[in-house]
């Protein structure tokens, strides 16, 4: 078993900056790519970025030039670096980790962190 700790949430004005962290722990020897998803309400859960352990990454093209991930395999943990935040990227941000790919979602999750943009 895997378990995700997500943190670094909260409110933020448009056009400021938030870092997520998420620490794994348990079984960790199983997992190569990790990543962050979102779901804000009433839409569907969907891929922000994901990493490899070689550092391999996918980003979606809606933050693309605005998040970066990256990953620190020593401390078990990967980073969501969120900047020139816009209303729209408002949602709860999940960290992922077991997927044979970066494209779609591994069966572990962390219970989620809230990110809101407003002013």
């Known amino acids: 078993q895997v378990q995700l700790v997500e943190s670094g949430g909260g409110l933020v004005q448009p056009g400021g900056s938030l870092r997520l962290s998420c620490a794994a722990s348990?079984?960790?020897?199983?997992?190569?790519?990790m990543g962050w998803y979102r779901q804000a309400p009433g839409k569907q859960r969907e891929l922000v970025a994901a990493?490899?352990?070689?550092?391999?990454?996918k980003n979606a093209d809606s933050v693309k030039g605005r998040f970066t991930i990256s990953r620190d395999n020593a401390k078990n943990t990967v980073y969501l670096q969120m900047n020139s935040l816009k209303p729209e990227d408002t949602a709860v941000y999940y960290c992922?980790?077991?997927?044979?790919?970066?494209?779609?979602?591994?069966?572990?999750w962390g219970k989620g962190t809230l990110v809101t943009v407003s002013s």
């Open positions: 990493i490899s352990s070689g550092g391999r990454t």
């Open positions: 348990g079984i960790i020897f199983s997992i190569d790519n």
């Open positions: 992922n980790a077991g997927s044979s790919n970066l494209l779609t979602s591994g069966p572990y």
